[in-house]
């Protein structure tokens, strides 16, 4: 999640919404610890024949990549401003850093300056829901909807909430989970990583 929600935000930004629904798929080639995958490939299909296909993994030795790439009927382009293809004129912007880290701090301390405060949180918790969808569209091996998460007060996954929460912690309440306990998708009671429940209304 914490490495694969930034190129989702890319994503979301890109095509300007979050997708409909995921199907993804996930397993564990080297971790030795704990109850998670270490790879996913998830499917994001974002209506209007927009499908997104998003992999990542944390695995020692392996090639490593960290970009996105747009693909349309006439032409492709990179997250990091590469286009192929017709020919489409790019704004120039003033603060042009050619260094997403460093544009984005540019960018705030801008903001700071100016009054004028940035409010990224709508973005940022709508790229977390994609990857939750993701994961847990993996771990159960179902298709997840966006609807079913946020909107359907009927769906099973709605409202979900992670364990233990903080308030477990004050108790003295946390059991560990097993270790190397590696959940099968389609299985009775597939869950994600974390067990989950209904949040009380």
Known sequence: MEQHVHNLDVANWFI???PVQALGFGGRARRVGGNQYDFFSVDLDYGDDVVVHSMCRQVHGCYTQISEQFI????SAWGDGKRTG?????PEF???ANNPYVQEHCDLIQSIREGK?????????DATMVAIMGRISAYTGQVVRWVDLTKNENSPMYNLTLTPTALD???GTVVCP???VIPIPGA???AVTTKTKKAKK
């Open 86 to 90: 017709k020919q489409v004129t790019v």
């Open 72 to 75: 349309g009927t006439e032409g």
């Open 169 to 171: 912690f004050e108790k």
């Open 188 to 190: 009775e009671g597939a």
């Open 94 to 96: 003033a603060e042009k």
């Open 117 to 125: 405060p940035l409010n990224e949180a709508r973005n940022l918790a």
């Open 16 to 18: 300007g919404r979050p």
């Open 178 to 180: 097993p270790e190397n």
